[in-house]
């Protein structure tokens, strides 16, 4: 079963660098590592250093698109027009904007300041439950396929239910955690066993003949 798509939004301008050919390379990061997103719904996230390593590492073919739409297509890692890196700060991207209608837009776009947002799309590999100082949720991701990086001209873009689906089963499984009762140790289970213990079982059930 194929994991469900999520997406989130750097808080993260970029910039449309010439480059003497075309209509430049949109450079930016569409995520930031180890920074408490926003309150997503009832907790909030952040993305691990090593989130993005096995996709790069696997080569997984990624797509730039602006707003993640298909028919804003800017540029692929198989046809070497996107190129993926990670730094200190997070998931790099640079984007040789093609000469589309889609390329031209965004160039004008970004060179008026008009888009100026990053944000990744991903299907969750591993994450992790925990709290924050202040007793918030908070979800780490470990690792994840990524899909797609874009620019976007709203930061909004926060499909959170498959990670509220997550909570939600932590939630569960942490009650029921603690509605199972624990098992006593061997130790006491000999204590429970031992002749003693059956002895004086025994003489208490003559004491109450």
Sequence with gaps: ?????EIRTAAQTFEL???GKGLGTLVGYAAVFNRHSQNLGG???QVDPAAFNKSLADGVPVMCRGNHEDDMLLGTTWAETLRLSVDGTGLKYEVDLPDTGAGRD?????ARGDV????FAFRTIDDEWSMTEQGF???TLRAVQLVDVAPVNSPAYLDTSVAARSLEQRNAEAAAAEATPP???QDEQRD???PLSVMALRLDLLAKQ
Excluded: G, N, Q, Y
């Excluded at 965004?106 to 970004?110: C, D, I, R, V």
């Excluded at 100026?116 to 944000?119: A, E, I, L, Q, Y």
């Design 116 to 119: 100026k947002w990053s944000s």
């Design 192 to 194: 429970t066993h031992s």
């Design 137 to 139: 949720p908070l979800r």
């Design 43 to 45: 907790f909030v996230e």
């Design 183 to 185: 098992i006593p140790d």
């Design 17 to 19: 660098r010439a480059t």
């Design 106 to 110: 965004f160039a004008a776009l970004t």
């Design 1 to 5: 079963m194929e994991r469900e798509l």
